[in-house]
């Protein structure tokens, strides 16, 4: 547990992010002897809130890991938390304006589904942040949705391309069809930035992912 924990909070640190309990308790990289027992039906139940703020409250003891506003950081990193309260106060800034974006996407056919990624996702933006999102699709019609958004967006200069302008473009990153929602490169990032992706339009589809 004590390992997972200080994954976790390293992991978000290389990010320049601390962590409250509960977002290190959701997010918890867990080795997998935590879950599961090797070559074993029975599992090992899941970690809870309590056990993650345990282990927290362990190493705030020891002063390897610091606490403030409810926040929990590697000790010395205590910078970290007036760098958040900027980045938090510039992405929901940026949130409000792809949420507009997206309202005005609804009118393309065969779109069933919206959700913010990336640096948004972490409440991590800078200035310069692109509006990353994924796009699902109804079964068959990617290609539909793809040349649509794209006149749209380019239309009004709002997406991003590989050169120019990045601030506040919206990055088309990511697209699935509805009746294919599998992602096939699995890693420690893909798995972090789509657990904290927030569904926008579509929901259900969203979710289903």
């Not at 309990?21 to 599992?43: D, F, T």
């Not at 927290?56 to 606490?67: S, Y």
């Not at 949705?145 to 601030?167: A, C, E, H, K, Y």
Request: with cysteine.
């Amino acid at each position: 547990m004590e390992a997972a924990v200080l994954a976790t909070l390293a992991y978000h640190d290389l990010l320049d992010l601390p962590l409250t309990s509960v977002q290190c308790w959701r997010y918890l990289l867990r080795p997998r002897q935590i879950g599961e027992i090797p070559n074993s039906k029975s599992q090992i139940p899941t970690p809870n809130l309590r056990d993650v703020e345990a282990a927290l409250t362990r190493f705030v003891r020891a002063e390897e890991v610091e606490t403030r506003n409810g926040f929990f950081f590697f000790s010395g990193r205590g910078s970290l938390i007036e760098s958040w309260v900027e980045k938090h106060a510039r992405s929901q800034e940026k949130w409000r304006r792809l949420r507009r974006i997206v309202f005005w996407l609804q009118m393309v056919p065969f779109l069933r589904g919206v959700a913010g990624t990336g640096s948004l996702a972490f409440d991590n933006a800078k200035s310069t942040s692109d509006l990353d999102v994924l796009i699902i699709a109804a079964p068959n019609r990617v290609w539909t949705v793809r040349f649509f958004l794209t006149v749209l967006l380019d239309t009004f200069r709002l997406r991003r391309r590989p050169q120019g302008v990045t601030r506040d473009r919206v990055c088309l990153n990511h697209y699935l069809a509805a009746d294919a929602l599998s992602f096939p490169y699995r890693s420690l990032y893909t798995a972090l930035e789509y657990a904290r992706m927030v569904p926008l339009l579509g929901e259900e589809a969203c979710w289903a992912f």
